[in-house]
T-cell receptor
Framework: ETGVTQSPTHLIKTRGQQVTLRCSSQ?????VSWYQQALGQGPQFIFQ???????GRGNFPPRFSGLQFPNYSSELNVNALELDDSALYLC??????????????FGDGTRLSIL | AQSVSQHNHHVILSEAASLELGCNYS??????LFWYVQYPGQHLQLLLK??????LVKGIKGFEAEFIKSKFSFNLRKPSVQWSDTAEYFC?????????????FGTGTRLTIIP
């Protein structure tokens, strides 16, 4: 089976710019979650999409937004980038959503650096 | 809101030593519990999970964890570690009352095994 794939692997941006990160979910999965992992920290939940609708959001400002497409792939958009946005962004997919008790499978992440 | 504490930030062991990594969470309701491992240069991988039933769960590569509800703990154990167990280990909680699969992670424990 094809695992979770994320693109790009690395990205360098400057403050104030906008960025779009992409994620292809594992085959058969309909739920995608996005996490931010700062250096030396555990992943922090940004939001989750289930069947193209947002299904929960963490403590992130509105300039973090997302989409899920009919094929269950997903995008994370961040506007007005700040230095603190420098982190590894992880995408995870799972089957079911809404308390289905299925584990999440993670991609390799996108390393975003803000100069 | 739920939170997860991993008290050991960096653990160094010799091969064949026994391992126990602590994980405590704060949430009064029903939870699903996970341990993920991140080997150097690789993505997060699921080691084991607890949803319900037997509180002693076995995972891959000889790892096991015990859910003690009264102590809000889910400690990871392995009787005899190998050099290949060198990795970062993350405990995570999903609180079931929120209707989504948001994972709350601890800050991680870096495990170094000395040959």
């Amino acid at each position: 089976e094809t695992g979770v794939t994320q693109s790009p692997t690395h990205l360098i941006k400057t403050r104030g710019q906008q960025v779009t990160l992409r994620c292809s979910s594992q085959s058969g999965h309909n739920t995608v979650s996005w996490y931010q992992q700062a250096l030396g920290q555990g992943p922090q939940f940004i939001f989750q999409y289930y069947r193209e609708e947002e299904n929960g959001r963490g403590n992130f400002p509105p300039r973090f937004s997302g989409l899920q497409f009919p094929n269950y792939s997903s995008e994370l958009n961040v506007n007005a980038l700040e230095l603190d946005d420098s982190a590894l962004y992880l995408c995870a997919s799972s089957l079911g959503g809404r308390g289905s008790n299925q584990p999440q499978h993670f991609g390799d992440g996108t390393r975003l650096s803000i100069l | 809101a739920q939170s997860v504490s991993q008290h050991n930030h960096h653990v160094i062991l010799s091969e064949a030593a026994s391992l126990e990594l602590g994980c405590n969470y704060s949430y009064g309701g029903t939870v699903n519990l996970f341990w993920y491992v991140q080997y150097p240069g690789q993505h997060l991988q699921l080691l084991l999970k607890y949803f319900s039933g037997d509180p002693l769960v076995k995972g891959i590569k000889g790892f096991e964890a015990e859910f003690i509800k009264s102590k809000f703990s889910f400690n990871l154990r392995k009787p005899s570690v190998q050099w290949s167990d060198t990795a970062e280990y993350f405990c995570a909680v999903n609180a079931l009352n929120f209707g989504n699969e948001k994972l709350t992670f601890g800050t991680g424990t870096r495990l170094t095994i000395i040959p």
